[in-house]
């Protein structure tokens, strides 16, 4: 079964669709098959597009998001997927509080992918300017740099 990684942030426009596009480009680069996908723990912004602030710092860095739709996480994403990968401390609380009793996914940090920055926090740019947007894609890129040569090794 090839590994399947869900994002999820609170809204599921901002971060996790960063992180998404960030580790489908990255999986494309070095050949892997992966599934990814993002959500929201939260359900304010289903149906909606990613932060026109989010769409543009992915759009600069060579990562088309645009057509992503928020969603949130449902029971079944912790069967469906190998890793449940949260943005911050508040949304992995929430999935650890979500999960089913008989929940397969693997819950981490994305920043516990990256040497160095085990459990960190990704910036939430929400509330910033454009500059704020290109700290998260940086620190998406690096967790999703990590996610993919993790899956490498295994296979």
Sequence with gaps: MSPSVLFVCLG????????????RAEAARLGLDLIVDSAGTGDW???????ARAIAVAR??????SALRARQVTPGDFRR???????????????R????????A?????LDHVEGRTGQAVADPWFGDEAGFE?????????????????????
């Design 45 to 51: 912004h289903a149906g909606e597009p990613p932060d």
């Design 97 to 104: 509080e979500l999960a089913p009793s008989r929940a397969t």
């Design 81 to 95: 997927f190998t890793h449940i990968v949260a943005l911050d401390h508040d949304n992995l609380s929430s999935l």
């Design 135 to 155: 700290v998260t894609w940086t620190q998406v890129t690096a967790g999703a740099r990590g996610l993919a040569q993790r899956f490498s090794r295994t296979g």
């Design 60 to 65: 600069r860095n060579g990562v088309d998001i």
């Design 12 to 23: 599921n426009i901002c971060r996790s669709p960063l992180a998404e596009g960030a580790l």
């Design 106 to 110: 693997e819950l981490s940090l994305l």
